[in-house]
């Protein structure tokens, strides 16, 4: 077995990550699934998704991050953003389009859902479970 020393990032391990996250992007031929939106020379946005597999309903596209600066918020950047997404969805032949929204963050909801999108915490009653450090601790005694 290789020997190796495994080790907390530190932050002038900053660049050796960038190219890390960068090699995985392009061996996993995701180099184009983040995006970002420019205005005058400054990036204002931005949007990373993945694909993956659901057994019971197929391809999708998941949306983890998705953010637009408060100042630019309400002039069709994040729409126009989504409609992407959409539209790499349906190319891909993608069943549907996932993401997290905090339960406290009411404009983002009311953003979706103007959109289309199913709560589906409320209307399939699926929840979102976290097990936190202290029980992974645990289940590693057992």
Same mark, same amino acid.
């Given at each position: 077995?290789?020997?190796?020393?495994?080790?907390?990032?530190? %932050? #002038?391990? $900053? %660049?050796?990550?960038?190219?890390? +996250?960068?090699?995985l992007?392009?061996?996993?031929?995701?180099?184009?699934?983040?995006?970002?939106?420019?205005?005058?020379c400054?990036?204002?946005?931005f949007?990373?998704?993945?694909?993956?597999?659901? %057994? /019971?309903?197929?391809?999708?596209?998941?949306?983890?991050?998705?953010?637009?600066? !408060?100042e630019?918020?309400?002039?069709?950047?994040? *729409?126009?953003?989504?409609? $992407?997404?959409?539209? $790499?969805?349906?190319?891909? !032949?993608?069943?549907?389009?996932?993401?997290?929204?905090?339960? #406290? #963050?009411?404009?983002? +909801?009311?953003?979706?859902?103007?959109? !289309?999108?199913?709560?589906?915490? *409320?209307?399939? !009653? /699926?929840?979102?479970?976290?097990?936190?450090?202290?029980?992974?601790?645990?289940?590693?005694?057992?």
């Open positions: 077995m290789a020997s190796f020393i495994l080790r907390k990032a530190q %932050p #002038n391990d $900053v %660049p050796d990550i960038l190219r890390l +996250i960068k090699e992007a392009k061996f996993e031929d995701m180099e184009d699934k983040v995006m970002l939106s420019e205005k005058e400054a990036v204002i946005a949007a990373m998704y993945y694909f993956t597999y659901d %057994p /019971w309903i197929g391809k999708l596209l998941y949306l983890e991050d998705f953010y637009v600066m !408060g630019y918020r309400g002039l069709g950047i994040g *729409s126009q953003i989504l409609k $992407v997404l959409s539209e $790499v969805s349906v190319k891909t !032949g993608c069943s549907s389009m996932h993401f997290i929204v905090a339960e #406290n #963050n009411t404009e983002s +909801i009311e953003f979706y859902k103007r959109r !289309g999108a199913a709560d589906l915490s *409320s209307e399939e !009653g /699926w929840r979102l479970f976290e097990i936190e450090k202290e029980a992974l601790l645990k289940m590693t005694t057992k």
